[in-house]
């Protein structure tokens, strides 16, 4: 585990800003979040350089790219020895589909979110990450007919 990052006020403001649109310049954030425009980058680099910001990026509308599918994947292995543990991870780390991988327990071993055009496209994706994968025991897929939250934010 990672060594907790101490925030104060302004860093709240910052990353609360930048959660909910991360497009602003430099000048808009530090109006935002009543700073000088130095002082909102320097912080802005600070949070950055300690792992609080780890990347900023553009949310995709899966409709609009005909990637409609959204399917919650749980995944029993065989073998949970940790280095087999690490191997389904990395698989799963290497397939575009898979949007997030948790280990989790108790229950399965694993929690994938997956975003796909379709079942077809599924199907595929089982194939190569669980079916042609020896150590994968279990799968047991849940495919979302309706997202009615869907956020990146952390609460401040």
């Given at each position: 585990m990672s060594e907790r990052y101490p925030?104060?006020?302004?860093?709240?403001?910052?990353l609360n800003a930048l959660q909910?649109?991360?497009s602003?310049?430099?000048a808009e954030l530090a109006e935002l979040v009543h700073v000088s425009p130095p002082t909102c980058l320097r912080r802005?680099?600070?949070?950055?350089d300690g792992g609080v910001i780890e990347r900023q990026v553009a949310i995709v509308a899966p409709e609009k790219i005909d990637a409609r599918l959204t399917a919650i994947v749980e995944i029993t292995l065989d073998?949970?020895?940790?280095?087999r543990m690490a191997e389904f991870e990395t698989l799963a780390a290497g397939e575009g589909a898979v949007l997030q991988c948790y280990r989790v327990a108790p229950g399965p071993d694993f929690v994938l979110v997956v975003q796909v055009a379709d079942m077809p496209a599924y199907?595929?994706?089982?194939?190569?990450?669980?079916?042609?994968?020896?150590n994968v025991?279990?799968?047991?897929?849940?495919?979302?007919?309706?997202?009615?939250k869907f956020d990146t934010r952390i609460a401040l």
């Open positions: 925030i104060d006020d302004l860093d709240r403001r910052i909910t649109d991360a602003h310049t430099n802005v680099k600070q949070l950055t073998v949970q020895a940790a280095e199907h595929e994706l089982a194939h190569r990450l669980f079916t042609a994968h020896a025991r279990n799968v047991k897929a849940y495919f979302s007919t309706h997202r009615s």
